[in-house]
């Protein structure tokens, strides 16, 4: 059984930064595809950020260069890196893993609260 660990998120003020960490566990195939979606309150569930199987990465519009996502495959661990944060970041965020982009597994979620 697949399990992903989500750590890091947190309050922190507009303008601050947080690193969110995800740990996968259980897998016995390569994840290809991981990373990160939010939701926030009243809203559905959107992706951040991914890599994509090929290994390249992908950020939507509204976190492009603010944002940053990585991974140590020698831990099966993905993280972002979140710079310059809004109060429209403000979310549930969780981690998404699989051998595609759908059909995978999720995380817990984390609470990222961005205010003053």
């Known amino acids: 059984q697949v399990q992903l660990v989500e750590s890091g998120g947190g309050l922190v003020q507009p303008g601050g930064s947080l690193r969110l960490s995800c740990a996968a566990s259980g897998s016995r195939f390569t994840l290809n595809v991981m990373g990160w979606y939010r939701q926030a309150p009243g809203k559905q569930r959107e992706l951040v950020a991914r890599?994509?199987?090929?290994?390249?990465?992908y950020y939507v519009d509204s976190v492009k260069d603010r944002f940053t996502i990585s991974r140590d495959n020698a831990k099966n661990t993905v993280y972002l890196q979140m710079n310059s944060l809004k109060s429209e970041d403000t979310a549930v965020y969780y981690c998404y893993a699989g051998l595609d982009i759908s059909g995978g597994y999720w995380g817990q979620g984390t609470q990222v609260t961005v205010s003053s």
């Open positions: 890599f994509l199987p090929n290994g390249r990465t």
